[in-house]
């Protein structure tokens, strides 16, 4: 496609509920990075791919926190048993080479009630 | 954490020139100056990047000091849909196994 693309755009789920948030990376990007934004923050890097092999997952806040990318293209983060706390927004970037930066999605606005 | 500062807020009347200072005083060698943008309710948008030179491309100019510890992003002729939170980020070129670390940025507003 023309653009990362994340989905669903919104999630509302009660505290306690499990949620899967899909991103779909520009084709053919080998990168695919996965960052949370708090109201008000700059993103933080949760966990970085290259193909499918998660290389760098330092920044998963906690075990409840998992990300996978089985075939190299599409990724799923999910998080199980969700907290107020994960109330943020998740982006996913994907990118080529760093000589064109990386491409992030629009975004899935997490809401835990 | 970031390795960058930049001042939380700027205000830019439009079609005037916005200049948007970043110090990064402890910059190494091999790292570049990257500079995204992120409008209300969108993902960061890549603007531009240097290494020590001054870049120009169709949205903006980046001009680093020549000792790097500081640069400035240059919109030339400001819109009013360059309203956006501008980040300043320092990172080593191969940037695959070192993700780009944010900071909160600039909350640029670009008045009419």
Request: hydrophobic share 30%; charged share 20%.
């Amino acid at each position: 496609g023309a653009g990362v693309s994340q989905s669903p755009r919104y999630k509302v789920a009660k505290r306690g509920q499990d949620v899967a948030l899909r991103c779909d990376p520009i084709s053919g990007h080998v990168s695919l990075f996965w960052y949370q934004q708090a109201l008000g923050q700059g993103p933080e890097f949760l966990t970085y791919f290259q193909n499918e092999a998660q290389l760098d997952k330092s920044g998963l806040p906690s075990d409840r926190f998992f990300a996978e990318r089985p075939e190299g293209s599409v990724s799923t983060l999910k998080i199980q048993r969700t907290q107020q706390e994960d109330s943020a927004v998740y982006l996913c970037a994907s990118s080529l080479d760093l000589d064109y930066g990386y491409t992030f999605g629009s975004g899935t606005r997490l809401t835990v009630v | 954490d970031a390795k960058t500062t930049q001042p939380p807020s700027m205000d830019c009347a439009e079609g005037r020139a916005a200049n948007l200072p970043c110090n990064h005083s402890t910059i190494s060698g091999n790292e570049y100056v990257y500079w995204y943008r992120q409008i209300h309710s969108q993902g960061p948008q890549y603007i531009i990047h240097g290494l020590k030179n001054n870049e120009t491309n169709e949205m903006a100019s980046l001009i680093i000091t020549e000792d790097r510890k500081s640069s400035t992003l240059i919109l030339p002729h400001a819109t009013l849909r360059d309203t956006a939170v501008y980040y300043c980020i320092v990172s080593p070129r191969n940037s695959g196994n070192t993700p780009l670390v944010f900071g909160k940025g600039t909350r640029l507003s670009v008045i009419a």
